[in-house]
């Protein structure tokens, strides 16, 4: 049973920072692609990140240069977000594939509850 549990969100000024972590059990991810996905108020959810079971990473426009996917230790899946913009609010939601993933990303099957990351200006 493969649970992703996702924390450090919460609160920041615009131009400060943040990490959030995803904890996984019952799946191992260092062979794994994984990936976090943000949804704003009134908007579609998109992905943000990835890393692919190579260490690759991947960032969409809208956040890279400030974001920061990587993977520690003990199945912890991180995300540094440095800068942030009042548009970076949104509901984070890390997730994982099953196997290592295709050259063009994830596929993804799990996925966490989700956090609140809130922005103000």
């Known amino acids: 049973q493969v649970q992703l549990v996702e924390s450090g969100g919460g609160s920041v000024q615009a131009g400060g920072s943040l990490r959030l972590s995803c904890a996984a059990s019952?799946?191992?991810?260092?062979?794994?692609?994984m990936g976090w996905f943000r949804q704003a108020p009134g908007k579609e959810r998109e992905e943000v990140a990835l890393?692919?079971?190579?260490?690759?990473t991947g960032y969409s426009d809208s956040v890279k240069g400030r974001f920061t996917v990587s993977k520690a230790a003990k199945n912890i899946l991180r995300l540094r977000i440095n800068t942030l913009k009042p548009e970076d609010t949104g509901i984070y939601t890390c997730?994982?594939?099953?196997?290592?993933?295709?050259?063009?990303?994830?596929?993804?099957?799990?996925w966490g509850q989700g956090i609140q990351v809130t922005v103000s200006s």
């Open positions: 997730a994982a594939d099953e196997g290592p993933g295709l050259w063009d990303g994830c596929r993804y099957q799990y």
């Open positions: 019952g799946y191992t991810y260092s062979s794994k692609c």
């Open positions: 890393v692919f079971s190579d260490g690759t």
